[in-house]
């Protein structure tokens, strides 16, 4: 997400920093003085304009869009839990996945459910530690976070920094999560840009870290063009504290200032000139990863993780303005990428826009192996229109395990979350939805669901603003997934769900 980006400010040095000795982030059963949290990290608020109003109002009274926090869902959905915000008042983020715990960021910190009884999760952990957008990711007894704002240092107590400060801090915070009652801040790395999201990259005896970061403002010092490239960080698993950065691979290599990305406009205006990666999804089963990059959309080889090699690249000049996140279908002949039109602040789900912008696109994956190619075959948003109230773009999802099909669900902030087959690539469709009503017809504010994820037969949606929320499709094209296990889910490190020598009655651990 772009939300909350152009108003923070890039540090003025660039480094490793482990972390103090002793240094731990605190536990909010009584939450200690010297911690609190950011108030630039409630989400973003302002006045509707007259115009707006009037339009969210006609649209509600018309019965076009839900009412004011009203809940509407296809007949296929069903809504089993919301456990609403605690002690971390900032924006809910990402989520990940490990054994019967959930592992929710929010630009103060995280927060772990126990989510044993899908129906009633209950909270283990709260960990104050501000910085957007606090990405999240778990392998093994490791957490990492993404600091993507600048910070007075690298601790859980730090400040956010103004532009007069000429040192700051941004990256990567590690956590040991062996007691998931008392989470312990072992690391910290610094990297270039900071990390806006973070990947997972698994060898058995060190965790990979693929650090995105980019600029939507050549000032930040550390951050100008050409931030063509991602940070890699090596985080040993029997020594954490050891983690570092080994490397800063250039994706886009070119000529001239701007290197070899997507340059922007005067061409083709509305486009993200390419300054870094936003995010990207690795699929280690294929030693492959799809990145999303700004004004580019990539797949490249991780045979070798330390030097991943770029091959192939594609723009979208015409309908996307942002590349967000990838996903990739089972078979791997598909890629999913999301447009995130607006930053993730503004009102795009709607007939003015129209279907192709602020949407998904859908591209085959032909070929083999370094040979393989990107080939558009079409778009998909969610069929439904918000109010002039509501942001809604494309944003964070997954597949929903089911051989032989290409089932996605996914978050769209107000739009809610949309479950829709792409089985046949040139005719996705939607399949069943959950959403609210607009949070405010007299308001702008930005909320809604950041990410929607399938895990072991539920749908978790972190909410910016109301919290998380349990779902469960009840779908004969969805229920085959139910009988999938896994032990561990962070979603941008994609499991391969079958061998194949599997059948649909096998359960398969990741």
Not at 76 to 100: C, M, R, W, Y
Not at 130 to 145: A, E, F, K, W
Not at 354 to 370: C, F, H, Q, S, V
């Amino acid at each position: 997400m772009t939300l909350l980006h152009t108003t923070r400010v890039r540090r003025r040095r660039l480094g490793v920093a482990a972390a103090a000795a002793g240094l731990m982030a605190a536990l909010l059963t009584a939450a200690p003085a010297a911690a609190t949290p950011d108030p630039g990290d409630a989400p973003v608020q302002k006045e509707a304009t007259n115009s707006q109003e009037a339009a969210a109002r006609s649209a509600i009274q018309s019965g076009g869009i839900p009412g004011v926090d009203e809940i509407v869902r296809s007949a296929n959905v069903e809504h089993l839990a919301n456990i609403p915000k605690d002690t971390l008042k900032g924006t809910n983020s990402d989520i990940a996945f490990q054994g019967k715990y959930a592992y929710a960021g929010n630009y103060d910190g995280f927060r772990i459910f126990d989510i044993s009884n899908p129906r009633s999760p209950k909270t283990v952990a709260q960990v104050l530690c501000p910085g957007s957008q606090n990405d999240i990711s778990v392998s093994g007894n490791l957490l990492i976070l993404s600091t993507d704002s600048s910070r007075s240092d690298n601790s859980c107590n730090s400040t956010s920094q103004s532009q007069t400060v000429k040192d700051s801090w941004e990256g990567i915070k590690v956590f040991d999560i062996s007691d998931k009652r008392n989470p312990k801040y072992v690391a910290a790395v610094e990297t270039a840009c900071g990390s806006h999201t973070n990947t997972l990259v698994p060898d058995g005896r060190n965790l990979y870290v693929y650090v995105s970061s980019y600029s939507p403002n050549a000032a930040f010092p550390d951050c100008q063009p050409p931030h063509d490239g991602i940070s890699i960080i090596k985080v040993p698993y029997k020594a954490p504290q050891q983690a570092k950065v080994v490397g800063f691979p250039v994706l886009f290599p070119g000529e001239g200032p701007d290197g070899g990305g997507n340059p922007g406009g005067p061409t083709n205006p509305g486009v993200s000139k390419t300054t870094g990666c936003h995010d990207i999804t690795v699929l280690p089963s294929k030693d492959l990863a799809a990145g999303a990059c700004m004004g580019d959309g990539i797949i490249f080889s991780i045979k070798n993780p330390e030097k991943p090699k770029v091959i192939d690249r594609v723009q979208d000049n015409v309908n996307f303005a942002f590349w967000h996140s990838a996903t990739f279908n089972q078979d791997t002949d598909k890629v999913v990428f999301t447009d995130e039109l607006g930053g993730g602040g503004s009102a795009t789900c709607n007939a003015e826009t129209g279907p192709n912008r602020g949407a998904n696109g859908i591209y085959d994956l032909t070929g083999k192996g370094d040979k393989r190619k990107l080939v558009f075959r079409s778009y998909y948003k969610i069929p439904r229109h918000q109010a002039a109230t509501e942001n809604c773009v494309a944003h964070n999802g997954s597949i929903i395990p089911v051989k032989g099909r290409d089932i996605m669900v996914q978050s769209w902030y107000q739009g809610g979350v949309s479950f829709w087959d792409f089985t046949d690539s040139s005719k996705p469709k939607e399949i069943g939805y959950f959403e609210r009503g607009p949070i405010s017809v007299t308001d702008f504010i930005g909320g809604g669901t950041w990410s929607a994820y399938y895990y072991n037969g539920y749908v978790y949606s972190n909410d910016m603003v109301k919290g998380l929320d349990v779902l469960k499709i009840n779908d004969r094209r969805t229920d085959p997934a139910k009988k999938i296990r896994l032990d561990e889910l962070n979603v941008q490190t994609q499991p391969d769900y079958f061998d194949d020598d599997d059948d649909d009655d096998h359960d398969h651990d990741d």
